[in-house]
């Protein structure tokens, strides 16, 4: 057997054993009704679950909201990591130092990241009320504005991630080859073509793949709207954490789970056309 | 010519200390709450300094609470299964990067599909899954699933990472006599070390750091140190935001000395036999 396919054999069969199995039980389940408080209940119920959801405005919202939040924190996140690992590409004093002190969000337990940004914004003795009141604002009381919890939920994610998307893009601007700089450098070429013509390109594989896994992690945001906002704003991860944790109907989140891999896998192939086609 | 230098260094500086505020100030306020009374962190206006440090968030943590145990099975479960999505993932991506074969770009998105699924979503057929096996509150059970959620990420990062290295500088060595493995080994793993320690901190901290399904999958004795937190992050008389910042300390700090000392030794280890 030739090496290639033996590696991908191993690789697929022990991501389907482990993640694909629970995932086709769950869809199978999404068409009956199984709610675990009444475990003796296990009745065929056809598409019951999906009519459910579809009729569900709730639903809909959540994916707007989803769809919001991944948007504008992305956008944040690859904007700023760009800069940062560029920034830190450079040659100067201390950015060895640097280097490490930009990865440390990463290492912070997420639960961590939410409970400080929590303690940050809090209403009675919070640091960001103290700087408003200074400013003669007054206490905003950002947990319970749906907008400005929103806006902290995105200000903890890419407090959290925008490290990753530096850290990858960094250490793939430092693996790249030196001889297209020196040719440019013989050519005399400003900053900026040097960037959009050299940089850039060479780059475009990383920048792909980061922005797709980012989008995808984005999409299952979960801990900072269950601790902050109180579920003013709800994700769809928010969504599916009250259909199952909450009301333990198995069933119906089955059928969520289905619908949702499916936008994400409609979404992703869409991405990766984008990414296959422009690939050198 | 020389204030243009001088003016340069300026604005380098002046963006450093930016990102060091945005990083560290966050943290020095997680330092200040850990070293506040409970008491004392409810007064108003905050203090930047705890005007009694105390240590007896630490103590809690780890006397009174015992977490010790907790963040050893962390360690455990982030170590073994950064190992295996590793040891899977450099593989796959290296022949995904090398070699143009049937169906390479399916086995590819297959791959990347498994990064869909939401852990809420999965946890209730993993758990059934787990009893099922007798893998129910194991290291084991979590390092399986903690690797396999990672290896998208490995292997399509990773990928990136040997696209990047001209095919020119292997064909040369092989012309030489080496073998692929040993070309790989030799020249290509030494070639790519920043990225490949890059994404062994991601993938260490992703798992160290998981809450959902460790607090479905776990009940004590391979219960880690986020599910530990988040069953204290709540006491009768409110949010623990000391104890919280403690024991956030007490998980970060071996972290950093493991970053910092694999990252020397990491380099030093690929680097040595290479070629430049």
């Known amino acids: ?280 | 010519m020389e204030w243009q230098k001088v003016f340069k260094n300026v604005i380098n500086s002046l963006i450093n200390i930016i990102i060091l505020v945005w990083i560290l100030f966050p943290l020095y306020w997680l330092v200040n709450m850990s070293l506040k009374s409970f008491g004392e962190l409810r007064t108003w206006p905050p203090t930047f300094f705890p005007m009694q440090p105390t240590f007896v968030n630490y103590i809690d943590a780890l006397i009174t609470l015992n977490a010790l145990p907790y963040l050893i099975n962390t360690f455990i479960v982030a170590a073994g299964s950064t190992a295996l999505a590793l040891g899977l993932s450099l593989p796959m991506a290296y022949i995904a990067s090398r070699f143009e074969f049937r169906g390479k770009w399916d086995i590819l998105f297959t791959i990347l599909t498994f990064r869909f699924l939401p852990p809420a979503a999965i946890v209730i057929p993993l758990y059934m899954f787990a009893r099922t096996l007798g893998l129910f509150d194991t290291h084991t059970l979590l390092i399986m699933i903690y690797s396999a959620i990672n290896i998208p990420i490995g292997t399509w990062v990773l990928m990136s990472y040997f696209d990047e290295i001209p095919k020119e500088i292997e064909e040369a060595y092989m012309l030489d006599g080496y073998s692929r493995l040993k070309t790989f080994l030799k020249i290509t793993l030494p070639l790519s070390k920043t990225g490949i320690i890059a994404i062994f901190m991601i993938l260490f901290a992703l798992s160290y750091g998981e809450y959902l399904l460790a607090g479905m999958l776990t009940t004590s004795a391979a219960k880690t140190f986020p599910v530990f937190m988040g069953e204290r992050w709540e006491s009768p008389r409110g949010i623990e935001y000391g104890l919280l910042s403690a024991a956030a300390i007490i998980a970060l700090i071996p972290l950093i000395i493991i970053f910092v000392s694999v990252r020397k030794h990491l380099v030093r280890g690929l680097t040595f036999g290479a070629v430049r």
């Open chain 1, 1 to 280: 057997m030739r090496i290639e396919y033996l590696v991908s054999t191993i690789v697929l069969l022990f991501l389907y054993s482990w993640l694909f199995f629970p995932f086709i039980y769950s869809i199978y389940i999404s068409f009956f009704e199984y709610v675990l408080t009444r475990p003796d209940v296990f009745r065929f119920v056809g598409i019951k679950n999906y009519v459910q959801l579809f009729n569900d405005h709730m639903f809909y919202t959540s994916l707007t909201i989803t769809f919001t939040y991944a948007v504008i924190a992305l956008t944040i996140e690859f904007l700023l990591g760009l800069g940062i690992a560029l920034f830190l590409s450079k040659d100067m004093y201390g950015v060895g130092i640097m280097r490490i002190v930009v990865g440390i969000p990463i290492l912070l337990v997420p639960a961590a990241t939410t409970i400080l940004w929590k303690a940050l914004s809090s209403k009675t003795y919070g640091i960001f009320d103290l700087i408003t009141s200074y400013l003669g604002l007054g206490s905003l009381g950002w947990w319970d504005d749906p907008v400005l919890s929103s806006i902290l939920v995105i200000l903890v994610d890419v407090w959290q991630w925008t490290p990753f998307v530096a850290i990858v893009l960094l250490a793939a601007i430092l693996g790249l080859p030196k001889e297209p700089y020196e040719a440019a450098k013989v050519d005399g070429l400003s900053t900026y073509t040097v960037f959009t013509k050299i940089t850039l390109p060479m780059l475009r594989p990383t920048i792909m793949i980061i922005l797709i896994l980012r989008f995808l992690d984005l999409l299952k945001l979960l801990e900072p709207v269950l601790l902050i906002t109180k579920g003013s704003y709800p994700t769809l991860s928010m969504y599916v954490w009250r259909y199952v944790f909450k009301s333990l109907n198995i069933g119906f989140g089955g059928a969520f789970s289905t619908i949702y891999w499916l936008i994400a896998w409609i979404l992703a192939t869409i991405l990766l056309r984008i990414f296959l086609k422009y690939r050198i």
